[in-house]
């Protein structure tokens, strides 16, 4: 990873571009960095994963820190959320081999 991610859990997806992201406002990133969260800031996510042949490729996005919407009845338990921008979510390997084309 390049920058310094948020881990989260893309099985906790409540919309196609929306993760769960904290329940707290303060996140640790994968650098032991404490992340104040807040309406609008810039993050980058992941979530540890392998490839075929059994090697770290994390999932990776990024996106744009929201509160959780309202009637959100399993996920209520969080307050922020992660809004994905378009870019969607990737695979490490896929976002080399782009940068290599």
């Known amino acids: 990873m390049t920058e310094n991610r948020i881990s989260v859990d893309f099985n906790e997806m409540l919309a196609p571009d929306l993760v769960l992201l904290s329940k707290t406002d303060f996140r640790e990133d994968s650098s032991g960095k404490t992340v104040h969260l807040s309406e609008g800031l810039l993050v980058y996510i992941y979530e ?6 059994g090697l770290p490729d994390n999932l990776i996005a990024q996106g744009l820190v929201e509160r ?5 009845n399993w996920g209520r338990v969080a307050k922020w959320c992660c809004r994905i921008d378009g870019g969607g ?10 940068g290599r084309s």
């Open 68 to 72: 959780r919407p309202d009637g959100v």
């Open 89 to 98: 979510v990737k695979h490490e390997s896929d976002v080399r081999a782009a």
């Open 48 to 53: 540890a994963d392998i490839d075929d042949d």
